[in-house]
């Protein structure tokens, strides 16, 4: 089974990780993280949950502050995830990735509506920060990936202005940049005048309408949550970092639209409901549930081996493993026990998630907790802590909920390893 593993599988999961668009796209859209991070303490401030705080902060006029700082961070990752896409693409080609983001910036901004009509008739030019948050965030893709990928192609074709030597290199790569550029810029013009003369309409507005907002219908949805909760460990049973491809990668934008348009409800004042558009699934749901304590939900695992188990050798896994699981970090266990490609473990491993999921999305479909903003707390944030940052005292206690259902879930399966491995260390030592 290992070799059939090791030679046909992971091979072909490697290839796909592994191509030119997936590494783009996971390490391009890491550069808006730190701003969504940043954006969420000033949203966390402004929505504290106690009321005469926030009371206070509307009365002194901070809360407006606050929002500004919040919009002008968490609202724009799109704009950052057009920069980033297409810089991490031409960098991982070996050429200077900052003039390729640039230009990606300006044909997504190209792409977009610009102007808006006032109530006296009058147009104003604008950036519309509607596109530049969670619904611009698959055209965001799409032009990063394509402006990666062409200008690239200049590069390698050497289709460009070379300068003379001495000149300073910001000054060379402006020029070398000239003629992919233009012509990158002339073609989504071209684009955005058939799409605007032909069918009244945008691209990014035709993206959003024609795949966003399916693929994040998919996303939000019961089987959404059954593929996102089998997915991730399925990658690390092979020793991949599953959160990293699937919550990063390949369902991360559309998780991250689905907060920034709970937000967006929000921000308009209405209350934050299915009725009202509201999405359950959403970034927060898969970091605070579905890979809390790590992939997998192994704090259970982990509480077993550190108190429970007779095998030294789990034992002492446990115990090392329990402090980084307060943190999310479960890789010495995934390793050391193991987990990856490990039959015994295999069925909690991959069902805990799943479970974990199915409660969360029923809990909220059914009012018992509320649905998330866009109030994101870091990756490493303890269990109970974050479920009460961003969800409030009933989203922790369901945290908790889980954390110890986790235990039970692991049980039968851990204490059947524990009894395998107890005996071949007692047989050692005779």
């Known amino acids: 089974?290992?070799?059939?593993?090791?030679?046909?599988?992971?091979?072909?999961?490697?290839?796909?990780?592994?191509?030119?668009?997936?590494?783009?796209?996971?390490n391009g859209l890491l550069y808006?993280?730190?701003?969504?991070?940043?954006?969420?303490?000033?949203?966390?401030?402004?929505?504290?949950?106690?009321?005469?705080?926030?009371?206070?902060?509307?009365?002194?006029?901070?809360?407006?502050?606050?929002?500004?700082?919040?919009?002008?961070?968490f609202a724009i990752i799109a704009i950052i995830g057009a920069i980033g896409i297409a810089y991490t693409y031409v960098k991982n080609?070996?050429?200077?990735?900052?003039?390729?983001?640039?230009?990606?910036?300006?044909?997504?901004?190209?792409l977009q509506p610009s102007a808006i009509v006032a109530e006296d008739g009058s147009t104003a030019g604008v950036i519309l920060k509607a596109w530049t948050g969670g619904k611009g965030m698959i055209g965001a893709?799409?032009?990063?990936?394509?402006?990666?990928?062409?200008?690239?192609?200049?590069?390698?074709?050497?289709?460009?202005?070379?300068?003379?030597?001495?000149?300073?290199?910001?000054?060379s790569n402006?020029?070398?940049?000239?003629?992919?550029?233009?012509?990158?810029?002339?073609?989504?013009?071209?684009?955005?005048?058939?799409?605007?003369?032909?069918?009244?309409?945008?691209?990014?507005e035709w993206i959003y309408s024609v795949l966003q907002m399916p693929l994040q219908g998919m996303t939000d949805s019961f089987g959404g949550v059954i593929l996102m909760g089998l997915a991730i460990p399925f990658f690390w049973f092979f020793g991949i970092h599953g959160s990293t491809i699937i919550g990063d990668g390949i369902m991360g934008p559309m998780l991250l639209a689905n907060t920034a348009d709970?937000?967006?409800?929000?921000?308009?004042?209405?209350?934050?409901?299915?009725?009202?558009?509201?999405?359950?699934?959403?970034?927060?749901f898969l970091d605070q549930f579905m890979t809390v304590t790590g992939s997998g939900i192994t704090i259970g695992l982990i509480v077993y081996m550190a108190f429970f188990a007779k095998s030294k050798q789990l034992k002492q896994i446990g115990k090392l493993?329990?402090?980084?699981?307060?943190f999310n970090v479960n890789e010495p266990v995934l390793f050391g026990t193991p987990v990856v490609l490990n039959?015994?473990?295999?069925?909690?491993?991959?069902?805990?998630?799943?479970?974990s999921g199915v409660i969360q999305y029923f809990a909220i479909y059914f009012g018992l907790c509320p649905m998330y903003g866009g109030i994101l707390v870091p990756w490493t944030c303890p269990a109970i802590i974050s479920g009460f940052l961003v969800g409030g005292w009933r989203t922790a206690l369901l945290q908790a909920f889980i954390l110890v259902l986790s235990f039970f879930v692991y049980l039968p399966f851990i204490r059947a390893l524990d009894t395998r491995y107890d005996k071949q260390e007692k047989e050692a030592v005779k």
């Open 262 to 284: 709970n937000q967006a409800i929000l921000n308009q004042g209405l209350q934050l409901t299915l009725a009202n558009g509201g999405h359950i699934v959403t970034k927060q």
């Open 1 to 26: 089974m290992k070799s059939f593993l090791n030679d046909k599988i992971l091979p072909a999961i490697m290839a796909f990780v592994n191509t030119k668009a997936m590494q783009s796209l996971k």
């Open 174 to 204: 402006a020029f070398v940049a000239l003629i992919p550029g233009a012509v990158i810029i002339i073609s989504t013009t071209i684009i955005y005048a058939i799409f605007k003369i032909a069918l009244d309409t945008t691209p990014i």
């Open 93 to 110: 080609e070996g050429y200077a990735g900052l003039p390729a983001g640039v230009i990606s910036l300006c044909c997504f901004l190209i």
């Open 343 to 355: 039959p015994v473990l295999v069925v909690p491993f991959m069902l805990m998630p799943v479970i």
């Open 141 to 171: 893709i799409v032009c990063g990936l394509l402006v990666g990928w062409i200008y690239t192609i200049f590069m390698k074709k050497n289709i460009t202005i070379k300068m003379p030597a001495g000149v300073p290199e910001g000054v």
């Open 321 to 326: 493993g329990l402090a980084p699981s307060f």
């Open 32 to 73: 808006a993280m730190p701003m969504m991070m940043i954006g969420a303490i000033f949203l966390l401030i402004a929505n504290f949950p106690i009321p005469a705080f926030t009371e206070w902060l509307a009365e002194a006029g901070i809360t407006p502050v606050l929002n500004q700082a919040n919009d002008c961070t």
